[in-house]
């Protein structure tokens, strides 16, 4: 048996950790699903019941529970993308985001400011500012990607907009 030293351990560890964070979540949907009678001990297997089902009635409930699974992984990955839209790693071709403002008395942006979403995302104002004479309630937000990666927030019946960078 081979014993790291604590910085060797720290390398692994650290790379294991890149790697768990920088996998695709797509890479979760290649992941098959295992059968029944192959996840399944024959104890388990009689405990349940599942033993006096005919091989149709496995095969068909494996269908149901592979569909299921495929269902599940596809949303999770969804939410993920969803989650990570407008973060600097986030290599797929980005959509805009519709949300509302948290602030209940907005009056306005300028550099610096940072802006929470209901969706929980924060932004912060690179270019741009608006002043509102009387401050909106929680008003509606886009925020819309532009040229080399660069994201804008526009709010509604307001034609400024403001240049805007992700907040983790």
Same mark, same amino acid.
């Given at each position: ?11 692994? %560890? #650290?790379?294991?950790?890149? /790697? ?15 059968? %029944?009678?192959?996840? %399944? ?64 008395? /907005?009056?306005? &942006? ?12 924060? &932004? ?26 660069? &994201? ?9 907009? #403001? ?6």
């Amino acid at each position: 048996m081979r014993v790291l030293s604590p910085s060797a351990l720290a390398g692994s %560890l #650290a790379l294991a950790v890149s /790697f768990a964070v920088l996998a695709p979540a797509a890479g979760a949907a290649e992941r098959h699903y295992v059968p %029944l009678q192959q996840r %399944l001990s024959a104890e388990q297997l009689k405990a349940t019941g599942l033993d006096t089902l005919s091989p149709q009635q496995i095969q068909l409930l494996d269908q149901l529970l592979a569909q299921d699974q495929d269902a599940q992984v596809q949303e999770a990955v969804k939410k993920i993308r969803a989650e990570r839209r407008g973060l600097p790693q986030e290599a797929e071709s980005p959509e805009p985001i519709a949300s509302t403002l948290k602030d209940s008395a /907005f009056r306005g &942006w300028s550099g610096g400011t940072v802006l929470e979403l209901e969706n929980g995302q924060r &932004w912060r104002v690179i270019d741009g500012s608006l002043y509102l004479g009387k401050p909106v309630a929680t008003p509606k937000v886009t925020v819309t990607p532009g040229m080399a990666g660069a &994201w804008y927030l526009t709010m509604e019946g307001q034609i400024p907009k #403001a240049k805007v960078k992700r907040v983790e």
